[in-house]
């Protein structure tokens, strides 16, 4: 008797190759945003000086001298960036581009924009990144009015893409087996919750208070859009 052949080492990679040679196609939005997101962080890491690298990021922070200065700018300044690192890959800033541009834009903004299309999944992004700070930027003042952050805050450096990638990986539970469902939704409101702070007052840090209102948002669509085809379907032909 003659024993099974053994699969190819090819045939194994080649779903994975596929996938990846398929990804600019199935999703050109994100492709291109992914493109362009590891272009700016090449241009600030390698392309300048660190003084005028920090510069710019402190430009197109969003912190609250900067929206009530440049508030537009500010906004969508801060989505061309992500605060983290490629190459330390036993930081933590490490672990953050992991989540944030790996498993929040390549991914789940990928799965959102191939669902439901380009300008819905930009929504999604947008609406995290976008409503989350200005949430935030409430939290900060009424926290300053009361003592609870230090005054330095309203300088503080805040950019990047990880309220948008929130927003989406919260939103991207539905394209879940159901089994998978309850420990994403864990993971995602639990991984903001592993940096502390020593800032007096009741109140976490900042971003970490940003990055639940973010996922807040982000599973508030998945309430929407079943309650809107219902309230359509009820209408009168």
């Given at each position: 008797m003659t024993s099974p052949a053994r699969p190819r080492p090819w045939a194994r990679v080649r779903p994975?190759?596929?996938?990846?040679?398929?990804?600019?196609r199935r999703a050109p939005l994100t492709f291109a945003y992914v493109c362009l997101l590891l272009a700016t962080h090449a241009w600030v890491e390698y392309g300048m000086t660190a003084e005028r690298s920090a510069e710019l990021l402190r430009y197109f922070s969003t912190n609250l001298d900067n929206l009530r200065d440049h508030p537009v700018s500010a906004l969508l300044g801060s989505a061309l960036f992500f605060d983290g690192t490629l190459t330390d890959v036993t930081s933590v800033g490490f672990g953050g581009t992991f989540i944030t541009l790996g498993l929040g834009v390549c991914g789940c903004l990928a799965w959102a924009e191939r669902r439901?299309?380009?300008?819905?999944?930009?929504?999604?992004?947008?609406?995290?990144?976008?409503?989350a700070t200005l949430l935030t930027a409430v939290v900060i003042v009424v926290a300053l009015r009361h003592g609870?952050?230090?005054p330095s805050v309203r300088q503080a450096d805040d950019y990047g893409i990880s309220y948008g990638a929130q927003s989406v990986m919260a939103a991207a539970t539905i394209g879940l087996p159901r089994w998978s469902r309850l420990p994403w939704v864990l993971f995602v409101l639990a991984w903001p919750l592993g940096g502390g702070s020593d800032w007096?007052?009741?109140?976490?840090?900042?971003?970490?208070?940003?990055?639940?209102?973010?996922?807040?948002?982000?599973?508030?669509?998945?309430?929407?859009?079943?309650?809107?085809?219902?309230?359509?379907?009820?209408r009168p032909v």
């Amino acid at each position: 008797m003659t024993s099974p052949a053994r699969p190819r080492p090819w045939a194994r990679v080649r779903p994975v190759l596929d996938a990846v040679l398929a990804y600019p196609r199935r999703a050109p939005l994100t492709f291109a945003y992914v493109c362009l997101l590891l272009a700016t962080h090449a241009w600030v890491e390698y392309g300048m000086t660190a003084e005028r690298s920090a510069e710019l990021l402190r430009y197109f922070s969003t912190n609250l001298d900067n929206l009530r200065d440049h508030p537009v700018s500010a906004l969508l300044g801060s989505a061309l960036f992500f605060d983290g690192t490629l190459t330390d890959v036993t930081s933590v800033g490490f672990g953050g581009t992991f989540i944030t541009l790996g498993l929040g834009v390549c991914g789940c903004l990928a799965w959102a924009e191939r669902r439901w299309g380009g300008l819905r999944a930009a929504g999604t992004f947008l609406l995290g990144h976008i409503g989350a700070t200005l949430l935030t930027a409430v939290v900060i003042v009424v926290a300053l009015r009361h003592g609870w952050y230090p005054p330095s805050v309203r300088q503080a450096d805040d950019y990047g893409i990880s309220y948008g990638a929130q927003s989406v990986m919260a939103a991207a539970t539905i394209g879940l087996p159901r089994w998978s469902r309850l420990p994403w939704v864990l993971f995602v409101l639990a991984w903001p919750l592993g940096g502390g702070s020593d800032w007096p007052g009741p109140l976490p840090e900042f971003s970490t208070i940003g990055h639940l209102l973010a996922a807040a948002l982000g599973f508030a669509l998945l309430a929407v859009g079943p309650v809107a085809r219902r309230a359509r379907g009820r209408r009168p032909v």
